[in-house]
């Protein structure tokens, strides 16, 4: 009988095992790296003359509690958003955000583009709040992808909460595929029921931000659109940025 061979253990291992995973680049300045991994942010280490953009998919290690990225994924697909403004850059502040499309679900919201510090890309975001402070449910939607039955999409979009002081944070973020027979349609005239791709509730204050990421198959033929659905009361905000679409 053969005996199983024995891994090789170098002498100077003499803690945990490494840990790799891939994750999502959340933003990128020298000396300063921040990457999505499970949903959850971490700032890591990355390797000399190394250089990154906001949505590059890494491969990443964890020793104990460092993370280094060892550097960009070659033969992922490119975001499918790329064109349509989707850290919110090609729009003045105060202004509505060019290339994408607004709808109330129920209540009455409105988005606009806000300058802010520590942005997870860029130096802008899109801001969604009610009108009238009453409770509300807003979809921020994009320009329209086709799609074949049966491909399968994933996206990520960064949320955070902006509150006054004596609000509670309960405001609620979601992606939402929407459906569409044509690539003139708008929501509500869709070619089948919206699917909620991941929620996440009560979101914290910014700027702290919160990667919602998950993976949708399309249902029908058409064209898709993403929604960043925001759920918000009286003076409280939902803060969007560095939405990513790939096809997988």
Do not use: K
Not at 121 to 148: E, F, M, N, R
Not at 189 to 208: E, F, K, M, R, Y
């Amino acid at each position: 009988m053969t005996t199983p061979s024995t891994p090789m253990v170098l002498a100077a291992q003499s803690g945990p095992y490494a840990e790799f995973r891939m994750g999502t680049v959340v933003s990128f300045a020298t000396n300063q790296a921040v990457v999505s991994i499970g949903g959850t942010n971490f700032s890591a280490a990355y390797l000399v003359g190394a250089s990154f953009t906001a949505g590059d998919l890494v491969y990443v290690s964890r020793q104990d509690a460092s993370w280094v990225i060892h550097g960009a994924l070659a033969g992922v697909g490119p975001n499918e958003l790329i064109e349509d403004n989707p850290s919110f850059e090609d729009s003045a502040p105060g202004a509505e955000p060019v290339l994408w499309f607004q709808a109330n679900v129920s209540g009455s919201s409105g988005a606009v583009v806000q300058e802010v510090t520590g942005a997870p890309d860029g130096t802008q975001v899109a801001s969604v709040g009610t009108t009238d402070t009453a409770a509300a449910v807003h979809y921020l939607y994009s320009q329209p992808i086709p799609v074949t039955s049966g491909w399968q999409f994933s996206v990520s979009a960064s949320a955070a909460g902006d509150y006054q002081p004596t609000d509670t944070p309960t405001a609620d973020a979601a992606l939402v595929a929407l459906w569409f027979a044509n690539n003139t349609d708008l929501w509500p005239t869709t070619s089948s029921a919206d699917t909620v791709i991941v929620s996440a509730v009560d979101l914290v204050q910014q700027p702290l931000y919160t990667t919602l990421s998950g993976t949708v198959s399309a249902p029908v033929s058409g064209y898709m659109r993403l929604a960043l659905r925001s759920s918000t009361a009286g003076l409280q905000r939902l803060f969007w940025d560095n939405v990513i679409m790939r096809r997988v």
